[in-house]
């Protein structure tokens, strides 16, 4: 048995604690019912957070311990992290979508259906706020202040207030004056999104309405939950928001994380200088 010193008992500690938080607020509550994919994203989710390469890899670590104890006690079947390599955390350039494609996109749920009403709100929201899924999913009804406009953004015992502009603040309200009390079964409920059934809106059902509307509105890019937040960001810096605004509306524990939006932008305008530009033009086609 390794002797492990009582800092690093308590890290592997803290590592598996958030990773069971993050699987339960994902609506994943077997351990048959864990895919490498999952174990994936949450990678992904700990690197959008702004954590070192450090704590994503020793977080790695902490989860594969964990699971070879689950296989050694036969409590779990498999090993999800199996053939999972430490995690390289690369920087990409995340893909975002235009205004044009955004607003194509708000426009597809229909206001004459609940259903539409309802993926309309989530959309707007999500678009409005920058929130991820997770985040999204777990909202409760008292976490809204739609005579204000803002949400109350509640992750690992952190609170974060974000405005709603007057859109997402219609259509919310709109929602939650005819859909929610005709889908809700119990009045004392809490979430805010609800399927149809009444229960809390899982995070693999609001990837479905992502899908959905994406192909309906015939977008040829693959746009997942996280591709509105990436949109919200770069669309913010072009109209001029500061970074460190968008940092505290992301949630964003380190700048470093916030600023690969920059480049984003700065490609941007570096496209359109060399297009525009007469003597940079000239250059491009000499």
């Not at 803290?14 to 339960?24: L, M, N």
């Not at 205004?99 to 993926?119: C, T």
């Not at 959309?123 to 985040?135: D, F, K, P, Q």
Request: net charge positive; glycine share 4%.
């Amino acid at each position: 048995m390794r002797q492990l010193s009582d800092n690093t008992l308590q890290s592997y500690r803290r590592d598996i604690v958030k990773y069971i938080t993050y699987t339960k607020k994902n609506q994943i509550n077997s351990y048959e019912n864990i895919l490498p994919s999952i174990i994936k994203e949450y990678m992904l989710a700990l690197q959008d957070e702004g954590r070192a390469n450090a704590t994503v890899s020793r977080s790695l670590a902490s989860i594969r311990a964990f699971y070879k104890y689950l296989c050694d006690q036969k409590i779990s079947p498999t090993d999800p992290t199996d053939g999972i390599q430490t995690v390289r955390v690369e920087r990409k350039i995340p893909q975002i979508l235009s205004s044009r494609e955004v607003n194509l996109l708000l426009e597809q749920p229909s206001m004459a259906e609940l259903k539409g009403i309802r993926d309309k709100a989530m959309l707007e929201v999500m678009y409005a706020t920058g929130i991820r899924v997770s985040e999204l999913i777990s909202l409760d009804v008292d976490d809204t202040n739609i005579d204000v406009g803002y949400i109350v953004c509640r992750n690992n015992n952190k609170e974060r207030i974000i405005p709603l502009y007057s859109e997402a603040i219609d259509v919310v309200k709109k929602y939650l004056l005819q859909v929610r009390p005709a889908l809700v079964k119990n009045p004392t409920d809490k979430a805010l999104f609800v399927n149809f059934n009444g229960s809390r809106l899982t995070r693999q059902g609001f990837w479905k309405i992502i899908k959905t509307y994406t192909k309906k509105a015939k977008i040829s890019k693959q746009i997942t939950p996280h591709t509105l937040r990436h949109s919200f960001a770069v669309h913010l810096l072009e109209n001029g928001a500061d970074l460190k605004s968008i940092q505290q509306m992301l949630g964003h524990s380190d700048i470093s994380s916030t600023q690969i939006y920059t480049s984003i932008v700065s490609n941007k305008i570096k496209n359109v200088y060399n297009s525009a530009h007469p003597r940079a033009r000239s250059r491009q086609l000499s």
